[in-house]
């Protein structure tokens, strides 16, 4: 179960990371067979052939041995985001990012990406959790942006509302390819929905020339009275590709 | 406790919704007097001078105490998405409205709402609750604009931001007015959020008239290639006015 995007939270021999994903094993096969409800802590250490303290170990509780990747991939998340590398590029580009390490993760795995989807959608208790999990994410990409937006008008607002909509744009991609039954790569359809929101936002229009004033720099659009405004940008993104 | 967005879950006599507003009371200064933790189901009840089945009869949990006029106001608002009156809409305008109906709830008692967001944030419990209950607001919402906007390209991708979007900046602006100790009126604060969202994303440009054909209705726009997107549709935006 061990991924890149996924390091043991306690580093240690190679046997402690084996311990945690039989851990995991063991407990996806039991809610399977049996319902997460009715699986135990102790069923599960039964199962994966370790003592009980073992779990709490690697777990703090039932519900987190089904996101057993998200503390990493988070951890992951707040080192890229505070990476001065990324200063110099566009914030919203930056979270677009951000939101594709979370992708990878769901991708590397994609039997227990849809064995995860499918309980949570049978388990109210996951459901809940997970909520809390994505949160934290959001939180984490509004933080960054909070900091880039600060001084500029409503740059708290923008922070909220772009990444929820990362988010949001992140979440649709990767539940269209979970239903579909996690066939083929999904990173096609979450890079589309990533570019729709980053082209919506961002400030950058990575392709154009900066600070010509030759007149291939300037771009016309004339629109009637009543156009719709998404119609207007589409135009200019046109126009600038 | 009882405002006019938030009608009591089991219509009765007077006296039924007056035990209703006993035991969030009873809660809400109990959990301010001990905390979440340590008050139990008993304490309120006996607090609020009524039998523990009453409780029950009410609310679920401990937690959705806190929480008593949600589910009102969830009723409300899927009955206005419903409602074909507003099927001449803008659909964007419309989920506006919608999140407004929220705000009502808070704004009719601010110190209640106070009283809610301090609690909220130093309880896990109360937080995990309070994601679970604006994910049913969200989830109405998108499905009211999945609805709307089936058929067209990215329907579903749009709906799912959009929702989320409108539902960011409503918490952004109302977590504000929380912050700033629920002094004045949220209503504006929360207008100028959601009409940042609405004009992201509408195809209504109300004041633009339609259709015509004469000179006027043309705009025309010159921008340096190079120029952020959000400084075009804002150029766009003040060129309809």
């Given at each position: 179960?061990?991924?890149p995007a996924?390091?043991?939270?306690a580093?240690?021999?190679?046997?402690?990371?084996?311990?945690?994903?039989?851990?995991?094993?063991?407990?996806?096969?039991?809610f399977?067979?049996?319902?997460?409800?009715?699986?135990?802590?102790?069923?599960?250490?039964?199962?994966?052939?370790?003592?009980?303290?073992?779990?709490?170990?690697?777990?703090?509780?039932?519900?987190?041995?089904?996101?057993?990747?998200?503390?990493?991939?988070?951890?992951?998340?707040?080192?890229f985001?505070?990476?001065?590398?990324?200063?110099?590029?566009?914030?919203?580009?930056?979270?677009?990012?951000?939101?594709?390490?979370?992708?990878?993760?769901?991708?590397?795995?994609?039997?227990?990406?849809l064995?995860?989807?499918?309980?949570?959608?049978?388990?109210?208790?996951?459901?809940?959790?997970?909520?809390?999990?994505?949160?934290?994410?959001?939180?984490?990409?509004?933080?960054?942006?909070?900091?880039?937006?600060?001084?500029?008008?409503?740059?708290?607002?923008?922070?909220?509302?772009v990444?929820?909509?990362?988010?949001?744009?992140?979440?649709?991609?990767?539940?269209?390819?979970?239903?579909?039954?996690?066939?083929?790569?999904?990173?096609?359809?979450?890079?589309?929905?990533?570019?729709?929101?980053?082209?919506?936002?961002?400030?950058?229009?990575?392709?154009?020339?900066?600070?010509?004033?030759?007149?291939?720099?300037?771009?016309?659009?004339?629109?009637?009275?009543?156009?719709?405004?998404?119609?207007?940008?589409?135009?200019?993104?046109?126009?600038?590709?």
């Open positions: 179960m061990s991924t996924s390091p043991a939270p580093p240690g021999p190679a046997s402690r990371s084996g311990m945690r994903d039989a851990l995991v094993t063991a407990a996806v096969a039991l399977g067979e049996h319902g997460f409800d009715a699986t135990t802590i102790d069923d599960i250490v039964a199962r994966a052939g370790v003592g009980r303290r073992s779990f709490f170990r690697y777990f703090p509780s039932k519900e987190s041995v089904v996101f057993p990747d998200h503390e990493g991939a988070l951890r992951q998340m707040s080192e985001l505070a990476d001065e590398a990324g200063f110099g590029q566009d914030p919203v580009a930056r979270v677009c990012d951000a939101a594709r390490m979370v992708l990878a993760m769901y991708a590397a795995d994609p039997a227990f990406s064995a995860r989807y499918r309980l949570t959608r049978e388990v109210p208790a996951l459901r809940t959790h997970e909520l809390a999990v994505v949160r934290r994410y959001e939180s984490a990409l509004a933080a960054f942006l909070r900091a880039r937006f600060a001084g500029r008008a409503d740059g708290g607002l923008r922070a909220d509302v990444s929820a909509a990362v988010v949001a744009a992140h979440n649709h991609a990767l539940r269209s390819w979970l239903r579909s039954g996690a066939q083929g790569d999904p990173a096609e359809v979450v890079e589309h929905a990533l570019e729709w929101v980053r082209a919506t936002y961002s400030d950058d229009v990575p392709s154009a020339p900066r600070g010509g004033e030759a007149e291939e720099d300037v771009m016309v659009v004339v629109a009637r009275r009543g156009t719709p405004m998404w119609r207007v940008v589409q135009r200019v993104q046109e126009a600038l590709d």
